[in-house]
Nanobody
């Protein structure tokens, strides 16, 4: 199983970044996909989730209206981040989860996003 994130980097406040997560080694269409983030000294927090058939997307209040999560048939999940703020600075992690009939929980290695002028 592999989840490989890309697209992180340094951006000025108000700018945009597009994170991608390439999944392999499992049946992508059976899993809910999420992006989490962890800032220095803080706990990891859920940013956005898209369910297995793309029917439902949920966002943390802090990113609603600015971030968009999507997935495609090429085993990729994308987080489009607009109007970035310094508080968005964190390591962003891709997560794949399935709870039934058995629990599976996979994580990527993370990609750094830094929002600074």
């Amino acid at each position: 199983v592999q989840l490989v994130e890309s697209g992180g980097g340094l951006v000025q406040p108000g700018g945009s970044l597009r994170l991608s997560c390439a999944a392999s080694g499992f049946t992508f269409s059976n899993f809910d996909m999420s992006w989490y983030r962890q800032a220095p000294g803080k706990e990891r927090e859920l940013v956005a989730t898209i369910n297995s058939n793309s029917a439902r997307m949920n966002y943390a209040d802090s990113v609603k209206g600015r971030f968009t999560i999507s997935r495609d048939n090429a085993n990729t999940v994308v987080l489009q981040m607009n109007s970035l703020k310094p508080d968005d600075t964190a390591v962003y992690y891709c997560n794949a989860r399935r709870l039934w009939p058995k629990k599976y929980d996979y994580w990527g290695q993370g990609t750094q996003v830094t929002v600074s002028s």
